[in-house]
């Protein structure tokens, strides 16, 4: 029996007390409800019927997924059911990509037909480098990729066609692919160097290393414990559930656009500080104070709420982000080859004094994925600008699998919320000789 003496059943009572009528709705797995059943609770029968308000909808399931599970409140992250942390130690970028893309860890020939696919496809037409001629000198990486990609749909027309699973497994090959070689160009174009064509016997971020730091002069050879560590951070970085950018791609994919325009709106929602932006935005923080000496001081002014701690806080994790915890071991790997980066003092610092602080700890705010990437970004040679694309090189293949997802999903519709409209009424025009 229920506290209210009644057998329990799988179903919420609600009590309309303008009207004093009650209601009964399903509850679905979870503590779940389905929002179209607040639409039957009305006071006329002729009213719109109840809704949710819920801004950046902070407790609003929009679909159902296999992709990413995340449980913010014990710190786990698990991609397809394997944890974070056994892939980060075990497997590729490429292994973990077709995990997400395709729902279980290839065999070896899977995993090896993945492989040559993504590879054959890693150059980009002549165009794009054309394009990114058009671009200011100094023009941010980041959009320079956000315009980049968006026009690859002008390249693959077909695209279009994104009911037909076999163009669309075509189209994920070829962003997968192209993105880190579109990345290396945008990153060259900034520093004013030719571009490095893709080379196919190198891996994944051994090639993309290579397109990046290789100079005329002299061959370049990826360090294997840097592109292990690129590697590992691509893992960390691939999918991550209904964030910002995520929804975006989805958002976009809902009316049925090409993959490469939505993955340009998603690049753009994650260009932003609070998002992706962040990695960069950190790195800027850290300069900015300058010595550990002026962390505390910094401090303060977080907790006065005149600055706020960029790489800290997350909207779903209230402890420590499992992310973080990894990145901050490959940083220590990292900096064993490459120069320890000064800028790791004051990081340590800020997190040593916030974790201790009141204002954080009320408020569940710990170092999250983008708070150490930053210096190890920086340690292996990327210029600030590049650190947003490198978190959208991997992230394209969370955006592509959760796309694949809602094209496969029967209950997905065009996404289209509802607002509360609190504008003025009805009222006349006024010829604009007679305004006041
Ligand atoms: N520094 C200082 N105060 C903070 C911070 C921060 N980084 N993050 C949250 N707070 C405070 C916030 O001011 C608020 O305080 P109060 O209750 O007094 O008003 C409280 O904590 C709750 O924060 P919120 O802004 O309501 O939380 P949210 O879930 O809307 O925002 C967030 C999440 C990630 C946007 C935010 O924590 C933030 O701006 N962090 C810094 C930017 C950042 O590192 N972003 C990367 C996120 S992880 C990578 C990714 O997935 O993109």
Redesign the pocket.
């Known amino acids: 029996m229920g506290d209210n003496g009644t057998e329990p059943r799988d179903t919420l009572t609600i009590r309309d007390n303008r009207t004093g009528r009650d209601y009964e709705v399903d509850i679905l797995e979870g503590d779940v409800i389905r929002s179209m059943d607040l639409r039957k609770i009305k006071v006329e029968d002729s009213d719109f019927g109840m809704m949710a308000y819920d801004p ?1 909808f ?1 407790n609003t399931a929009s679909t159902h997924s296999t992709v990413t599970y995340v449980d913010g409140g014990k710190g786990i992250l698990r991609y397809r059911g394997y944890p974070i942390e056994q892939l980060a130690d075990q497997s590729s970028h490429l292994e973990v990509a077709y995990l997400l893309l395709k729902g279980e860890l290839p065999t070896e020939a899977e995993l090896e037909g993945f492989v040559s696919d993504v590879t054959l496809h890693t150059c980009v037409h002549e165009n794009v480098e054309d394009l990114l001629e058009g671009f200011p000198d100094d023009a941010h990486t980041m959009g320079m990729m956000v315009s980049a990609v968006s026009a690859l749909s002008t390249f693959y027309p077909e695209a279009k066609n994104v009911h037909d699973p076999a163009v669309r497994w075509q189209q994920i090959v070829r962003l997968v692919a192209k993105m880190p070689t579109m990345a290396a160009y945008a990153c060259r174009r900034l520093r004013g160097l030719p571009y490095v064509y893709p080379e196919n016997e190198l891996s994944y971020t051994s090639n993309f290393l290579n397109m990046l730091f290789r100079t005329e002069a002299k061959d370049y050879e990826p360090n294997p414990v840097l592109e292990r560590a690129l590697d590992v951070l691509f893992i960390l970085h691939a999918d ?1 559930e209904q ?3 995520t929804t975006t791609m989805r958002a976009i994919g809902s009316s049925h656009a090409d993959p490469y325009s939505a993955v340009a709106g998603a690049m753009a929602a ?1 260009y932003g ?7 960069e ?2 790195l800027r923080m850290l300069e900015r104070i300058g010595t550990p000496e002026n962390v505390p001081g910094f401090i303060e002014l ?2 006065t ?1 005149k ?11 209230k402890v420590y ?1 499992p992310r973080a915890s990894i990145i901050k071991r490959t940083a220590d790997e990292v900096f064993e080859v490459t120069k320890r980066n000064p800028l790791l003092d004051i990081a340590l610092d800020l997190e040593r004094i916030a974790l201790n602080e009141d ?2 700890i ?4 710990y170092p ?4 150490y990437s930053g210096m190890i970004y920086q340690a292996m040679g990327f210029p600030v600008e590049m650190f947003p694309v490198l ?1 959208a090189i991997p992230r394209t293949v969370g955006w592509l699998s959760q796309w694949e997802e809602l094209l496969r999903d029967p209950e997905q519709r065009i996404a289209r919320p509802r607002q509360i409209f609190v504008g003025e009424d009805e009222r006349d025009y006024i010829p604009i000789g007679e305004r006041g």
């Not at 600055?307 to 994790?317: I, T």
């Not at 999250?368 to 708070?371: A, G, L, P, Y």
């Open positions: 950046a902070t991550h964030n910002c950018s994650l500080p609070l998002h992706g932006g962040a990695n935005a950190v977080v907790k709420k600055e706020r701690l960029m790489g800290f806080g997350h909207r779903v994790y982000d204002y954080f009320e408020r569940n705010l999250n994925v983008d708070f978190f």
